[in-house]
């Protein structure tokens, strides 16, 4: 029974406490942890399915950087306020387009939304946004430029460490107005009120619509979207790299880190996960209890 | 007295002083040390060097005469209100229980509890700052109901002794108790 | 306070004399530490005091070190002269107290010194002060045993810190003791131990506060009895989905539960929802005296925990004769025999299956009756089995060397790894310059040594109270500052 008392083992040890055993207590069978499992139910990865997957972070990095290409080019005068609006509408009535042709597959439940109602909103949205402009065009003023600019920094980095990565549909609200709020202080240091209105239009086509439009693709076409986040990347380094070639070296590299270096360590780093369970976890409960039979 | 020396519970010696004035009447006297003069000069030095550092940085004389002042009042007020030089019990039969403190000044306290008022004397351990020590008190009976405690009057709270010491005083205390 | 008098009222140990010959050094001191003691209750505290009872009576001396409880604080007593210091130690979450290594050095080795202590004993992993006084103890070059009461996981993050902290803990503890087989794996592996150091030493219950009686029972109806905290590792969800589809199959089916928790909402929902009110009865607390009370209603006593070590509520449901029905999880499936037990996975399907065939067994009568399953039972686990292996454990201790300061420190370094061993490391060499600094400040000689008033030899066991001698009157003490 003790620890010190010499076993006699006629009879084989059993895993149950309420015989007297004839085994002292701390006794170590051979059975001892035989039910311990090792890395149960655990996922493999693939290096190429984490790539795509990572795709989406490099894309977002990649708008975050062609907005910030786009504000150089109008902050230098090398691109009008008009030209900016003409191509906002294109490419958004395009990617309208898109996104209404890919919705019906969606087999969205509820009652769907008209164009009217899009229309009207996107109406409320430009007409604020139009009104609103010399107002907010001096809204920094008085504020030093230093500190609007390291104050979009901060913001444009929030937008990127908030942004929700694995469903971008509804843009995370910490992150839209992260966002906005960069936007708004970048667009203030523009020369003219309708400077400021392109520009303000142009960050909510492409921090608040387009991750809806590439959610839609995604689901639908998960091939071709990889290529597109591909696609923007590229067009974020180009874009970037005609004004500012230092940081499109940077935006490269991290590129290159988070999309294909980040991916491999994960994967590599997989084969050292010693993940143990065994009958001492807590059970979990599987069925959903809400539905009982009545 | 007898040849048997005896501590406080941080080790410094106390004696303890045994009169029986009659057989139900017994008087005992628990004297810590006197203030060392050695102690005084260490103390006094370390406020007047710190005194004199920062006069010395400061450039400023109320420094000094401050320091000064501090330690005078604060020895005053020591030995008039925390240093206790003895502290006694006089157990007297069928009457009552005589504490007494006397500080290093001279001032004395006194407080006197009927024997009709006291339940028992007994030997109790406490926690005490960071130590947990043994401590003699006296019971006092609850006027409302004669078999409960209505309060502890703690005993030697000065001198704290040792247990050899309260189980000298205790084992007098209660054969006086008993007899009456 | 009443409770546990009349627990320990039982009779002394027969021969006094057995004492002298239990171990090495014929007798053992022992500190009890943990945070968890009476006033609070559960498993942890009455396992303290059942075994510090079931220890005094066999001649050894036991003290109990706890935190105070509110107004509850300094020297108490209990019967058998049980000993416990309700030390001033700041609670922090969960009557747990907050730890930082040190501040409770001085109050410990005041205790430990002046009991003169040669086995410290720590209690539950989720006690702070428990893994305190195991440092303080190994610095101080006492004997240490720790028991451990539940089972962790191993996937979270704090279970990822607290099995760090539990393997610097028990890295050089003498013994470790665990309550079943599973326990012990678990302990095993969270702390990366030598299983050889390890033994299983089951909890008990007290055979006479759990016995049958059958005529409490109502015979028109199968009255199913659950007794537990209503929290959800105690898979309350699961006793909500069981509830609705058991009482509609079965008209005679009524439910009995015990105990209070945040999961009471989700049995009231159910009662609420489909017009139970009649049938299952929600009693809410339960006093410790009560179990038995509610327990002999019931044919059926049901658990459904997610996790458990050990489960004393299914023996206590099986001493009061009850047909048991259990989710097999942790250390569960070792407590009965399978013929007193019946196990089911933890899901509704599996329980409702489970329960089902015991009603059926139950009409046709095909279970032994109450009597005879508590005479099966009554025998199982005892507290003078546990006493007498504990007893084991702590002779086996008392021959083993404490690590002096370099090797524990090279052993920490080597088991815990370079960061967490490099600063637990660092903490112990602390430690034991804060303990020589007390010693020079306090020294050992000059502490007296507390008077052993505990035993059946001791001031309050029943034997012949000849002429009140000095040590005595240390015994008498009612309240402490």
Same mark, same amino acid.
């Given at each position: 029974m003790g620890p010190d008392s010499a076993p006699g083992p006629a009879a084989p040890w059993r895993k149950v406490l309420w015989e007297r055993q004839?085994?002292?207590?701390?006794?170590?069978?051979?059975?001892?942890?035989?039910?311990?499992?090792?890395?149960?139910?655990?996922?493999?990865?693939?290096?190429?399915?984490?790539?795509?997957?990572?795709?989406?972070?490099?894309?977002?990095?990649?708008?975050?950087?062609?907005?910030?290409?786009?504000?150089?080019?109008?902050?230098?005068?090398?691109?009008? /306020?008009?030209?900016?609006?003409?191509?906002?509408?294109?490419?958004?009535?395009?990617?309208?387009?898109?996104?209404?042709?890919?919705? /019906?597959?969606?087999?969205?439940?509820?009652?769907?939304?008209?164009?009217?109602?899009?229309?009207?909103?996107?109406?409320?949205?430009?007409?604020?946004?139009?009104?609103?402009?010399?107002?907010?065009?001096?809204?920094?003023?008085?504020?030093?430029?230093?500190?609007?600019?390291?104050?979009?920094?901060?913001?444009?980095?929030?937008?990127?460490?908030?942004? /929700?990565?694995?469903? /971008?549909?509804?843009?995370?609200?910490?992150?839209?107005?992260?966002?906005?709020?960069?936007?708004?202080?970048?667009?203030?240091?523009?020369?003219?009120?309708?400077?400021?209105?392109?520009?303000?239009?142009?960050?909510?086509?492409?921090f608040a619509l387009w991750p809806c439009l590439l959610q839609s693709i995604r689901d639908n076409a998960p091939g071709p979207s990889a290529w597109l986040c591909a696609g923007v990347c590229l067009g974020g380094v180009g874009g970037l790299g005609s004004r500012w070639p230092g940081g499109a070296a940077l935006l490269a590299l991290a590129l290159l880190s988070v999309t294909l270096l980040c991916p491999l360590l994960l994967v590599k780093l997989q084969r050292h996960k010693d993940n143990i369970q065994g009958p001492w976890d807590e059970a979990e409960i599987h069925e959903d209890l809400c539905h009982i039979p009545y | 007295m007898d040849g048997e020396r005896y501590t406080d519970v941080n080790g410094k010696a106390i004696a303890l002083d045994q009169r029986r004035h009659a057989s139900f009447c017994t008087e005992f006297t628990v004297s810590s040390p006197k203030v060392s003069i050695g102690k005084v000069m260490v103390y006094t030095c370390s406020v007047w060097l710190l005194a004199y550092a920062v006069f010395f940085l400061t450039d400023n004389t109320a420094v000094l005469s401050s320091a000064i002042i501090i330690t005078l009042i604060g020895m005053m007020l020591y030995i008039h209100l925390v240093k206790v030089d003895h502290e006694s019990l006089l157990v007297i039969g069928s009457l009552g229980v005589q504490l007494s403190s006397s500080y290093a000044s001279g001032r004395e306290s006194t407080s006197f509890i009927e024997m009709s008022k006291i339940k028992d004397i007994v030997i109790n351990e406490a926690v005490h700052m960071h130590q947990i020590i043994y401590y003699l008190c006296i019971l006092l009976r609850d006027p409302a109901d004669p078999s409960a405690v209505s309060s502890v009057v703690p005993l030697f709270q000065s001198s704290k002794p040792k247990l050899n010491c309260l189980v000298k005083v205790y084992k007098s205390c209660q054969e006086i108790i008993s007899k009456c | 306070m009443d409770q546990l008098r009349k627990r320990a009222a039982r009779k002394p140990a027969p021969e006094a004399d057995t004492a002298a010959s239990s171990g090495p050094n014929g007798r053992h001191s022992i500190c009890m530490v943990s945070d968890f003691f009476y006033p609070n209750m559960g498993g942890v505290e009455s396992h303290i005091y059942q075994l510090s009872q079931c220890l005094i009576e066999k001649g050894h001396k036991v003290v109990i070190a706890t935190h105070a409880y509110g107004e509850r604080k300094g020297v108490r007593y209990l019967t058998n002269g049980l000993k416990v210091y309700y030390l001033p130690l700041q609670v922090m979450y969960n009557q747990s107290t907050a730890t930082t290594c040190f501040h409770s050095l001085p109050l410990l080795r005041c205790v430990f010194v002046?009991?003169?202590?040669?086995?410290?004993?720590?209690?539950?992993?989720?006690?702070?002060?428990?893994?305190?006084?195991?440092?303080?103890?190994?610095?101080?070059?006492?004997?240490?045993?720790?028991?451990?009461?539940?089972?962790?996981?191993?996937?979270?993050?704090?279970?990822?810190?607290?099995?760090?902290?539990?393997?610097?803990?028990?890295?050089?503890?003498?013994?470790?003791?665990?309550?079943?087989?599973?326990?012990?794996?678990?302990?095993?592996?969270?702390?990366?131990?030598?299983?050889?150091?390890?033994?299983?030493?089951?909890?008990?219950?007290?055979?006479?506060?759990?016995?049958?009686?059958?005529?409490?029972?109502?015979?028109?109806?199968?009255?199913?009895?659950?007794?537990?905290?209503?929290?959800?590792?105690?898979?309350?969800?699961?006793?909500?989905?069981?509830?609705?589809?058991?009482?509609?199959?079965?008209?005679?089916?009524?439910?009995?539960?015990?105990?209070?928790?945040?999961?009471?909402?989700?049995?009231?929902?159910?009662?609420?929802?489909?017009?139970?009110?009649?049938?299952?009865?929600?009693?809410?607390?339960?006093?410790?005296?009560?179990?038995?009370?509610?327990?002999?209603?019931?044919?059926?006593?049901?658990?459904?925990?997610?996790?458990?070590?050990?489960?004393?509520?299914?023996?206590?449901?099986?001493?009061?004769?009850?047909?048991?029905?259990?989710?097999?999880?942790?250390?569960?499936?070792?407590?009965?025999?399978?013929?007193?037990?019946?196990?089911?996975?933890?899901?509704?399907?599996?329980?409702?299956?489970?329960?089902?065939?015991?009603?059926?067994?139950?009409?046709?009568?095909?279970?032994?009756?109450?009597?005879?399953?508590?005479?099966?039972?009554?025998?199982?686990?005892?507290?003078?089995?546990?006493?007498?292996?504990?007893?084991?454990?702590?002779?086996?201790?008392?021959?083993?060397?404490?690590?002096?300061?370099?090797?524990?420190?090279?052993?920490?370094?080597?088991?815990?790894?370079?960061?967490?061993?490099?600063?637990?490391?660092f903490l112990a060499v602390v430690n034991f310059l804060f303990l020589l600094l007390l010693q020079w400040l306090f020294p050992d000689q000059v502490m007296d040594m507390a008077v052993d008033a505990s035993g059946p030899r001791g001031l309050w066991g029943p034997p012949k109270r000849d002429t009140m001698s000095a040590e005595e009157a240390a015994a008498p003490a009612t309240k402490a500052e």
């Amino acid at each position: 029974m003790g620890p010190d008392s010499a076993p006699g083992p006629a009879a084989p040890w059993r895993k149950v406490l309420w015989e007297r055993q004839s085994f002292p207590d701390n006794y170590v069978d051979e059975r001892f942890l035989g039910e311990l499992r090792r890395n149960d139910g655990v996922r493999q990865y693939r290096y190429w399915a984490v790539v795509k997957e990572a795709g989406v972070v490099g894309q977002q990095l990649s708008c975050v950087a062609i907005f910030i290409a786009l504000w150089l080019y109008m902050e230098q005068g090398l691109l009008s /306020p008009e030209a900016l609006l003409w191509t906002s509408l294109t490419v958004g009535l395009l990617g309208y387009a898109l996104y209404a042709a890919l919705r /019906p597959r969606l087999g969205s439940n509820g009652e769907p939304r008209t164009p009217l109602a899009d229309l009207q909103t996107a109406a409320i949205f430009l007409s604020f946004t139009f009104g609103f402009s010399p107002v907010l065009k001096t809204l920094t003023e008085s504020v030093s430029t230093d500190t609007v600019y390291a104050m979009s920094a901060l913001m444009l980095l929030a937008h990127l460490v908030s942004f /929700p990565y694995a469903h /971008p549909s509804p843009t995370g609200s910490l992150s839209l107005n992260a966002a906005l709020f960069a936007s708004v202080c970048l667009a203030s240091r523009l020369p003219g009120a309708l400077h400021t209105f392109a520009m303000l239009s142009c960050a909510l086509l492409m921090f608040a619509l387009w991750p809806c439009l590439l959610q839609s693709i995604r689901d639908n076409a998960p091939g071709p979207s990889a290529w597109l986040c591909a696609g923007v990347c590229l067009g974020g380094v180009g874009g970037l790299g005609s004004r500012w070639p230092g940081g499109a070296a940077l935006l490269a590299l991290a590129l290159l880190s988070v999309t294909l270096l980040c991916p491999l360590l994960l994967v590599k780093l997989q084969r050292h996960k010693d993940n143990i369970q065994g009958p001492w976890d807590e059970a979990e409960i599987h069925e959903d209890l809400c539905h009982i039979p009545y | 007295m007898d040849g048997e020396r005896y501590t406080d519970v941080n080790g410094k010696a106390i004696a303890l002083d045994q009169r029986r004035h009659a057989s139900f009447c017994t008087e005992f006297t628990v004297s810590s040390p006197k203030v060392s003069i050695g102690k005084v000069m260490v103390y006094t030095c370390s406020v007047w060097l710190l005194a004199y550092a920062v006069f010395f940085l400061t450039d400023n004389t109320a420094v000094l005469s401050s320091a000064i002042i501090i330690t005078l009042i604060g020895m005053m007020l020591y030995i008039h209100l925390v240093k206790v030089d003895h502290e006694s019990l006089l157990v007297i039969g069928s009457l009552g229980v005589q504490l007494s403190s006397s500080y290093a000044s001279g001032r004395e306290s006194t407080s006197f509890i009927e024997m009709s008022k006291i339940k028992d004397i007994v030997i109790n351990e406490a926690v005490h700052m960071h130590q947990i020590i043994y401590y003699l008190c006296i019971l006092l009976r609850d006027p409302a109901d004669p078999s409960a405690v209505s309060s502890v009057v703690p005993l030697f709270q000065s001198s704290k002794p040792k247990l050899n010491c309260l189980v000298k005083v205790y084992k007098s205390c209660q054969e006086i108790i008993s007899k009456c | 306070m009443d409770q546990l008098r009349k627990r320990a009222a039982r009779k002394p140990a027969p021969e006094a004399d057995t004492a002298a010959s239990s171990g090495p050094n014929g007798r053992h001191s022992i500190c009890m530490v943990s945070d968890f003691f009476y006033p609070n209750m559960g498993g942890v505290e009455s396992h303290i005091y059942q075994l510090s009872q079931c220890l005094i009576e066999k001649g050894h001396k036991v003290v109990i070190a706890t935190h105070a409880y509110g107004e509850r604080k300094g020297v108490r007593y209990l019967t058998n002269g049980l000993k416990v210091y309700y030390l001033p130690l700041q609670v922090m979450y969960n009557q747990s107290t907050a730890t930082t290594c040190f501040h409770s050095l001085p109050l410990l080795r005041c205790v430990f010194v002046r009991e003169g202590i040669t086995v410290v004993h720590a209690h539950s992993s989720f006690s702070a002060m428990a893994h305190d006084a195991l440092f303080h103890a190994k610095t101080m070059g006492l004997n240490t045993v720790f028991t451990d009461h539940s089972l962790f996981g191993f996937a979270d993050m704090s279970s990822v810190l607290t099995n760090k902290l539990l393997t610097v803990s028990l890295c050089d503890t003498n013994h470790i003791v665990c309550v079943s087989y599973t326990s012990k794996e678990n302990t095993v592996l969270r702390a990366t131990l030598n299983p050889e150091i390890v033994s299983v030493i089951p909890n008990a219950v007290d055979p006479t506060d759990f016995t049958p009686d059958p005529s409490q029972r109502q015979g028109d109806r199968i009255t199913i009895v659950v007794i537990s905290r209503l929290v959800y590792r105690k898979g309350i969800d699961l006793l909500g989905g069981i509830i609705p589809e058991l009482c509609l199959k079965h008209p005679d089916l009524h439910f009995l539960i015990g105990g209070e928790g945040p999961k009471r909402i989700v049995l009231e929902e159910v009662r609420e929802k489909y017009q139970l009110h009649d049938r299952v009865r929600l009693l809410g607390a339960l006093e410790h005296r009560d179990v038995r009370g509610v327990l002999v209603q019931g044919h059926i006593f049901l658990n459904t925990s997610l996790t458990e070590a050990f489960c004393m509520a299914i023996v206590e449901g099986a001493s009061c004769g009850l047909q048991v029905v259990s989710t097999r999880v942790g250390g569960i499936p070792e407590v009965l025999p399978e013929d007193l037990i019946s196990l089911c996975e933890p899901n509704v399907r599996s329980l409702c299956a489970g329960l089902e065939s015991v009603i059926a067994g139950l009409r046709s009568g095909a279970y032994p009756s109450p009597t005879a399953i508590h005479a099966r039972v009554r025998h199982l686990y005892t507290w003078r089995n546990v006493a007498e292996r504990t007893e084991k454990v702590y002779d086996r201790v008392a021959g083993e060397e404490v690590l002096p300061l370099d090797r524990r420190l090279l052993r920490l370094r080597e088991h815990c790894g370079p960061v967490a061993g490099s600063i637990f490391a660092f903490l112990a060499v602390v430690n034991f310059l804060f303990l020589l600094l007390l010693q020079w400040l306090f020294p050992d000689q000059v502490m007296d040594m507390a008077v052993d008033a505990s035993g059946p030899r001791g001031l309050w066991g029943p034997p012949k109270r000849d002429t009140m001698s000095a040590e005595e009157a240390a015994a008498p003490a009612t309240k402490a500052e």
